[in-house]
Structure formats: C-alpha cells, structure tokens
C-alpha cells in the first residue's frame, strides 16, 4: 500500500519567516495529494491540494510543489503569522480510490 | 456546509468495556472512514466503509469493529476496552476531492 513520510515532525519559526514542509510518497499510481491543517482542538481541514497533472499551486501565502518523478511534494508558506501555528499533514490518494494515506503531521509553531 | 457530526467529544470508559463510537454525515456520501489519531504518528486508518453494511480493514484493525446499517450512519465499536486504545478518534467521509472529518471523540480507557 501507499506510504507518506513527512518532515520535519516540527518546525519553529519567527513571524515573517517562510515555512516550507516535505512529503515523500510512494505509490506512484497516487494522483491526487492535498495538504491539512489541523487547529488545536479543532478537526483537520484541507487548505490546498495538486493533482498529478500540475507542478505547482498557489492560493494567497500558501503553495504547493509537485514533483513526480522523485515521488515528492511539498508545502511552502510565506509570510507566516501566528494564526499559522498549528498541525498540518500531507496525504496522497491514488486514482479509483477515495482512501487518502496521511503523513504523520508537522506541528508549526509561529513565534509572534 | 458539510456536517460529519460525531456523538461525543469526550468519553471516559474503564479497560474491558463495550464501547461505541458513534458518526452520522448529512452529505449522502458513500465512502466513510474511521481514523485513530496519536501524537508523532498522525492519521491511522482503522476501518473504513463504501456502501452500506460494506466494510473493509485499514491499517490497525486489531481489537475494532464497526457497523454501517444506514447510509448516514457509520459506528466503530471497541469489542473490549483496554488502555493502549486511549486516543483521539476522528470520523472522515471523502468523495471526489477532499476528506471531510467529524470534530473527533478524545476515548479515555481506565
């Protein structure tokens, strides 16, 4: 079956500062990787996604990187605020299928 | 606004107990899920559900089952309670795109 690293387990970084987290896949019939944020106390939530047929993705402060050939895809965060604080895991999800593998979470911290 | 509602948010249970775990979406999806979450090891599926009275393992079966009689309705049950499944429990659905998630059931087994 599918597995999802993902790196770093934590990430601490000044306010303004970018943010980038990494994930490696292995399944290389995965096309679909949307990434999470999970609030404290609150239920995860996609924040962005890429399908296999697209490199990249930008949605304000936030972008993600695809890269297929070496099975790895990535979350860059500029311009990061306090609000940012929070977990975020990668997952991937291979055609036909509705079941996405998840990372195991990169908790950020965003010092004020 | 999608609603994957699950039907406690905390539960305190004592070890060899029957316990359920209770998750009803308002979307008319097929595809439910049952996640185990625990700190640095993230989202582990349990058992996860795409029609109803369908069911097929996920990765840490062991020591759960579930249930789904409705379409709307899909339970996971702790045949026998111990303290190693102490954790926080989240309900998914997923169609096309996204997952959607319950807001989670923190289970304390003592």
């Known amino acids: 079956g599918e597995n999802v690293e993902q790196h770093p387990s934590t990430l601490s970084v000044q306010e303004g500062d970018s943010a980038v987290i990494k994930c490696t896949y292995s399944?290389?019939?995965?096309?679909?990787f949307p990434w999470y944020k999970q609030e404290l106390g609150k239920r995860p939530q996609l924040i962005i996604d890429?399908?296999?047929?697209?490199g990249e993705k930008k949605d304000q402060r936030i972008a993600v990187t695809l890269n297929k050939t070496a099975k790895h895809f990535s979350l860059h965060i500029t311009e990061t605020q306090p609000e940012d604080s929070a977990v975020y895991f990668c997952a991937a999800r291979r055609g036909g299928s509705y079941i996405p593998t998840f990372g195991r979470g990169t908790s950020l911290i965003v010092h004020p | 606004d999608v609603k994957v509602t699950q039907s406690s948010r905390y539960l305190v249970k004592r070890t060899g107990e029957k316990v359920f775990l209770e998750c009803v979406q308002d979307?008319?999806?097929?595809?439910m899920f049952w996640y185990r979450q625990d700190p640095g090891l993230g989202l582990r599926l349990i058992y996860f559900s795409y029609d109803v009275k369908m069911k097929e393992k996920g990765d840490i079966p062991e020591g759960y089952s579930v249930s789904r009689e409705k379409k709307e309705r899909f339970s996971l049950i702790l045949e026998s309670a111990s303290t190693n499944q102490t954790s926080m429990y989240l309900c998914?659905?997923?169609?096309?795109?996204?997952?959607?998630f319950g807001q989670g059931t923190r289970l304390t087994v003592v």
């Open positions: 998914a659905i997923s169609g096309e795109v996204e997952a959607f």
């Open positions: 979307m008319d999806h097929e595809n």
């Open positions: 890429i399908r296999s047929n697209v």
């Open positions: 399944d290389s019939a995965s096309n679909y």
